[in-house]
């Protein structure tokens, strides 16, 4: 396995599997799939964005983690979002890629990782509790399309010196 930097190249490659994880449901905040000008926007090339690596191994993309900039948080913290294939996970992609984040940030001064997490989405929140986040905040009337509401939880990471 292989974590790089992301390129607008693999742009398709991870708007196809994002998408795969919006149609599954469950574990992104994601509702509406996206094309690769809107990931490209979102998470390589778009004002808010601080940093993007993938996880590949002999030319498949297994997984991506991106860090952007939001305006309600706090100066330099980074919003993270993780996106694994479901076929790998739990095998270690996402270590991989939160290591290589972390060095990013800290070579960067960014002092905090702030994570979002459906609070329905126990994959997502036993990964980030397993990272070291610790609970930040809850905005407990998060409303899907569907009518369901699902709350979400804040998690933040203090990056190590």
């Known amino acids: ?8 190249s693999d742009a398709v490659a991870m708007t196809d599997l994002q998408n795969a994880v919006i149609r599954i ?23 808010n964005v601080m940093c993007a690596h993938v996880a590949e ?6 997984g991506f ?3 952007g900039i939001y305006p309600d948080m706090p100066d330099r913290w980074g919003d993270i979002g993780t ?3 479901p076929d790998v996970q739990r095998g270690g992609v996402g270590a991989a890629l939160f290591a290589a984040t972390v060095d990013w940030a800290r070579a ?8 979002v997490i459906r609070a329905d989405n ?7 509790t397993k990272r070291g986040f610790v609970d930040y ?25």
């Open 57 to 62: 191994d002999q030319g498949r993309l297994l």
């Open 25 to 47: 449901g469950g574990t992104t905040a994601h509702e509406v799939e996206r094309t690769p000008q809107e990931l490209a926007e979102a998470y390589l090339t778009g004002p």
């Open 1 to 8: 396995m292989i974590i790089r930097e992301a390129r607008l």
């Open 122 to 128: 126990r994959v997502g929140l036993g990964y980030y």
């Open 83 to 85: 996106f694994v294939h």
């Open 65 to 67: 983690q991106v860090v």
């Open 137 to 161: 905040g809850t905005e407990p009337d998060i409303t899907l399309k569907d009518g369901r509401v699902v709350g979400r939880i804040a998690k933040r990471f203090d990056i190590p010196a």
């Open 108 to 115: 960067h001064g960014v002092p905090t990782l702030l994570a």
